[in-house]
């Protein structure tokens, strides 16, 4: 595609600002009578036909207005749009209320999902900080029917994960509170292999807990992201452009289903050594559910110590100067409430 002029460049802005706010094909006479520009309704239209032939816009009929097309938004993206920031206010509102929320990661995800969904009005998604490495912190043992035995286990950084043992042999609450404040003084701070190595005798009961333990934490090692926390479902489902269509349900599905999940992620902000956020337009050619969305991601944490993903869903026609600005934002906050928890 050849350089666009500097005319086309704003023609090519303000058909894509028009849309964003109508959902209504733009054509040359509003461009002229609604932005006073210096130019004829002919020489618009001559334009816009330029901008489509070029492929940046696209006319649904004959007789209608111009839509961006997805190379239209991600010339706008990449090269028009100018960089913005959440009003300073809003930025103290957003801050104030992490701060004065409970030292709990649990709640920074949900609060974190709710501010991205309001600020954009779009779907949230917001994945829990993953450790570098996973850590044991805490093991609690509690005996529940006959040989059965609940595990519940804190790993560094907050992330739990239990499960139900089954011993060779029923033995007591007692014992099994032994077993725990056993590997929590052995274990502590230690990954799966380092306790792996730990040499001792140990009992059956014990040896299966151990098992467990060395089990869950290398394969919390190959998960790329922590619980996921979605918000703003809804505001997505309202859009014009997903009303009668089930556009916006297939989209929703990869949020919510884990391995598809975990392939965006994969193969964007989790192995980009890179910081800042990135805009996937139309799905980009891989991934066929987003076709009619577009979705801003970025990283929040720190490589060394635990990283997480956060970003926002919607219709192609989003309003990416704000939602780029909220997930930078949010980034950065997360950013250094992990720093102060790790």
Not at 11 to 31: D, F, N, W
Not at 246 to 266: K, M, N, T, V
């Amino acid at each position: 595609m050849k350089e666009l002029t500097d005319r086309q460049k704003n023609i090519l802005t303000l058909v894509i600002h028009e849309y964003i706010r109508s959902a209504e094909p733009v054509g040359s006479r509003h461009i002229v009578e609604n932005y006073r520009l210096d130019l004829s309704s002919a020489t618009v239209r001559n334009e816009l036909a330029e901008l489509t032939e070029q492929g940046y816009l696209r006319q649904p009929h004959t007789s209608a207005g111009r839509v961006p097309t997805e190379e239209g938004y991600r010339y706008f993206v990449g090269r028009l749009m100018r960089d913005t920031n959440l009003p300073e206010d809003t930025r103290r509102t957003i801050s104030h209320q992490f701060y004065q929320m409970p030292n709990d990661i649990h709640q920074w995800m949900k609060l974190a999902a709710s501010v991205l969904a309001s600020q954009s009005k779009g779907a949230s998604l917001v994945t829990a900080p993953h450790p570098h490495q996973a850590r044991f912190k805490h093991l609690e043992l509690v005996s529940t029917h006959g040989r059965q035995v609940l595990a519940v286990m804190v790993v560094d950084g907050g992330d739990i994960h239990q499960t139900l043992l089954t011993l060779e042999e029923p033995i007591s609450q007692e014992q099994l509170s032994n077993i725990a404040a056993k590997f929590n003084q052995l274990c502590q701070g230690k990954e799966g292999k380092a306790i792996n190595d730990i040499s001792g005798a140990f009992s059956a009961a014990e040896q299966a807990t151990l098992n467990w333990i060395v089990d869950t934490l290398t394969h919390a090692d190959t998960m790329l992201s922590g619980e996921v926390y979605l918000d703003g479902i809804t505001n997505v489902l309202s859009e014009p452009e997903f009303s009668d269509s089930g556009e916006a349900r297939r989209a929703l599905h990869l949020l919510e289903e884990r391995s598809l999940l975990q392939d965006l992620l994969s193969r964007t902000v989790l192995t980009s050594n890179t910081s800042g956020v990135q805009v996937l337009i139309g799905g980009e050619g891989t991934w066929d559910e987003l076709r009619q969305c577009s979705i801003v991601l970025a990283r929040y944490g720190s490589p060394e110590q635990a990283t997480g993903t956060l970003g926002v869903l919607g219709p192609m026609r989003m309003s990416y100067g704000r939602s780029i600005s909220v997930v930078r934002f949010i980034s950065t906050l997360l950013s250094d409430l992990v720093a102060e928890q790790w």
